[in-house]
Nanobody
Framework: EVQLVESGGGLVQPGGSLTLSCAASGFTFSSYDMSWARQAPGKALEWVSTSTSGTLRTDYADSVKGRFTIARDNAKSTLYLQLNSLKTEDTAIYYC??????????WGQGTLVTVSS
């Protein structure tokens, strides 16, 4: 079955950096657009970034543009999200998803990122 397992979350200070990973299995990873989304405490799920399968185009939410970088390693079936210049408002559970934005059809369990001094 389709499985997405996030890792790399933790506690970081404002201005710090963190790298999240998503290990995918159960499908042909290279054939799918992949995304990251997040849910902050008391807020709705927010799309963060997408890496397309074909053109390798990347898209970012305005709130993270210029600070986060999405990448993928198709040989390892792994999706990454590099989080830089972290702000307290970036605190959230980060989810890996198969698909782009509203078209995602599979999700991982999430990894918690806490940005606090």
């Amino acid at each position: 079955e389709v499985q997405l397992v996030e890792s790399g979350g933790g506690l970081v200070q404002p201005g710090g950096s963190l790298t999240l990973s998503c290990a995918a299995s159960g499908f042909t990873f290279s054939s799918y657009d992949m995304s990251w989304a997040r849910q902050a405490p008391g807020k709705a799920l927010e799309w963060v970034s997408t890496s397309t399968s074909g053109t390798l185009r990347t898209d970012y939410a305005d709130s993270v543009k210029g600070r986060f970088t999405i990448a993928r390693d198709n040989a390892k079936s792994t999706l990454y999200l590099q989080l830089n210049s972290l702000k307290t408002e970036d605190t959230a559970i980060y989810y890996c998803a198969r698909g782009a934005r509203e078209n995602s059809d599979a999700w991982g369990q999430g990894t918690l990122v806490t940005v606090s001094s």
